[in-house]
């Protein structure tokens, strides 16, 4: 029970509640400590449903530490999963049938597959997420580069996004960086290629499985207009939450002046 | 009792403490959790006098997250209140009345009276005024809209904050947003406009009833060396209010070099 | 034990682990609560080695608070020490000698010597580095201004850094305030003036005994790129320290694309 109940209503009305399959919040984690998960998911964890341990950090904390951060999350309801990077040089090393076996092992219930840095030829990529989901995974793919510009055709990233969920991918995401600058489709002020983002929604046969990285406001607020309350967002930044909630809500003036 | 007592005096001289009626530190809170509000306050509670739930944010928190945060800062001498747009979204839908109502019931003894967002004439902005004065509520008013540029002309502001203050207003806000980019007074890389602000700070009846929210450091350092170390700032982020009091005093290199 | 060992290998290899002498990594902290150190320090601690108070604040904490974060610190192989900024409010207010009294008894075993804001003379600055050696202390010493540009040639900033290490001062810091921003070798942008810093590097007598303020992801993967992963990395915010050791590591876009 929220406490204005039955006094503001939101303006901006249809947002789902806990479980939902479309308006997911995927949070970017590049280092939280334990304690401090703990705090954000107490106060917010009704908007998150995937919780990304950024890039390689996975790697580098304690078995004890990783554990209690996995812990905190699923028992609120939130899917925890070690960054496509993690799954990238796992690859490059010749190691990516070990990865998925010790993730399962570590409790992972969710991987990412992506080739943001390493190369990694389509039929390889679809190879992977076919095998992640023989495992029982959830899937989530990654498409885009993580490097300044459009690294492909706005119709080559609708076909590789196509591609991944016909694979089995159950979310494919489109590359935003922590930042959201100076990528794929964000300029290195965080604006936003329009027209190409326009061309590309068109061209996509699922919009309710792709999910936008996008950690500045100003992006959250495009995509909640373009898409709507229920959108997915993803590379949400654990502080940025409840900010987000309230905009997709339409209780931040940045979309309340939509109504 | 503070660890060099007697050796290092505030290079600038002067700063107030609680319980005071001018050096105000308002914190704007977008989604925190009670455990950090907590800690925050813990080493940092002394410098701090108003406490904001950005925008909506309060009508997302469940009731015992809400209380929980609001007994931490209280036991502090700290003020909490609903940010303006809420107000703003409760008399767009007709309902001011009763969120004045609920906000006493919950225990907010400060509301703040703004129109970021939504449209409202003089006549029904004063009345707001006066009704949340008379049921017993500090009131803080906000001027200026959350969006690009002046919106009025300066002697626009300053009637604006001067009738706010003469229908009871407690501290008129100038509004920043959270970002302090884009918006009244500061352009998009958060430079001020000094000759605009300059003359507004003249034509003020009463600067110490003035809280200029100033989220950049660039911004706080501008105000400090205007105004002096006990001028009110508002919009400051909550991990920011040990920055923003040494430089206060002097205890920073951007006001140590005022000496 | 971390927990993809066996599996996933560090890309980019070499990485020491404490005790090092270099490959340090030092935190500025500008204000954060007792508790949050305590959540920081617990899942990141092994990749702290200093832990600045940054400039005055240490003047500000109450004797408990500040003690509650030092014995958290020490208890996990980190030194603690007041920033520069606190030993030259000292010396222009004619204390620096109960300073270091007082620094020593607070427990400190570390202090920094610096001369961003208030002048210090070549001899003064040797004699207070030399006076702080003979007392025991671990000196580390700063060279460069807090304001915008180059405010001595290269080769002058060479020999300021070599003059300190001579004079006994354990490490020598460059300037880049916590920012990375208009101050030093970085420009506006946070860009670095990279043929300026290269003819410092090459001028250095003894690079392992620089430590390098890089708040910024990019500005620190430059140092790697350069000095590799056990560069000395100095004013990394507390919460992006565990981003910085992926970094190091290869366990990062940026630094993974150098393999």
């Known amino acids: 029970m929220t406490p204005w109940i039955d006094i503001v209503r939101d303006p901006l009305p249809g947002r789902r509640g806990k479980p939902r399959t479309s308006g997911l919040t995927m949070v970017i984690d590049t280092?939280?400590?334990?304690?401090?998960?703990?705090?954000?998911?107490?106060?917010?964890?009704?908007?998150?449903?995937?919780?990304?341990?950024?890039?390689g950090t996975s790697a580098l904390y304690s078995l004890d530490v990783l554990r209690s951060k996995m812990d905190v999350l699923s028992t609120s309801g939130i899917v925890p999963y070690p960054g496509g990077t993690l799954f990238e040089i796992a690859l490059y090393q010749d190691k990516a049938d070990r990865l998925l076996e010790k993730a399962r092992e570590l409790g992972f219930t969710c991987i990412e597959i992506s080739d943001g840095t390493v190369e990694m030829d389509a039929p390889i990529r679809h190879k992977?997420?076919?095998?992640?989901?023989r495992r029982g995974f959830v899937v989530l793919t990654e498409t885009g580069k993580k490097r300044a510009g459009l690294t492909m055709s706005v119709e080559q990233y609708a076909t590789q996004l196509a591609e991944d969920l016909a694979c089995g991918a159950d979310y494919a995401i489109l590359e935003g960086r922590e930042s959201g600058r100076n990528v794929g489709f964000y300029r290195s002020d965080g604006s936003i290629l329009e027209e190409e983002i326009g061309r590309l929604m068109e061209l996509l046969p699922s919009p309710d499985r792709v999910i936008w990285e996008a950690p500045q406001k100003s992006q959250q607020e495009f995509f909640v207009r373009k898409l709507g309350v229920n959108v997915n967002l993803g590379n949400i930044p654990a502080t940025e939450v409840t900010a987000l909630e309230a905009l997709r809500r339409g209780l931040r003036s940045d979309t309340l002046r939509l109504v």
Do not use: H
């Open 128 to 133: 992977w997420i076919r095998e992640a989901k």
């Open 31 to 55: 280092g939280l400590a334990p304690g401090t998960v703990r705090d954000i998911v107490e106060s917010a964890g009704d908007w998150i449903d995937y919780w990304k341990f950024g890039f």
